[in-house]
């Protein structure tokens, strides 16, 4: 068994929300539970979320923002975690021999859609567990 920490996850995501939305930290990671993916379907452009702004007074309206944008925010950085994960089990000596299951765990890991692809991405088994489940 091979196990290694990628220092990137939900934290890094939910900064990259606030700061592409302009919208608070809370505001991002109640975006990013509600709406995020990790990746994107034809169908999310139809549907918007309304994004409170960074400065707005509580009677302003919030701005709408398709959930696509979201998506978009999070993409790069959900591929960015994979190509790390690529390099550690390249790097470990392992490659060939790890891999054949890898487990997720964090908040992020229960994106819609991340398993799926990082099966596709890393060409393995995905789960996902709690690190507690993991030491036990």
Partial sequence: MFTD???LGGKHITNDIARGLSTSIVNAER??????NAFLSP????DT???PQIGEENG???????KSKVIQIIQPRVEETLELVRESISNSGFEGIAGHRIV???GASQLPGMREIVQ??????CGS???????A
Avoid: Q, W, Y
């Fill in 5 to 7: 920490c990628i220092p």
């Fill in 31 to 36: 975006i990013k539970t509600l709406h995020g």
């Fill in 43 to 46: 169908f999310e452009d139809r």
């Fill in 49 to 51: 979320i309304e994004i």
């Fill in 60 to 66: 302003s309206p919030p701005n709408l923002v398709a």
């Fill in 104 to 106: 997720l765990t964090g």
């Fill in 120 to 125: 596709e991405n890393l060409k393995s088994k």
């Fill in 129 to 135: 567990a709690s690190p507690f489940e993991l030491m």
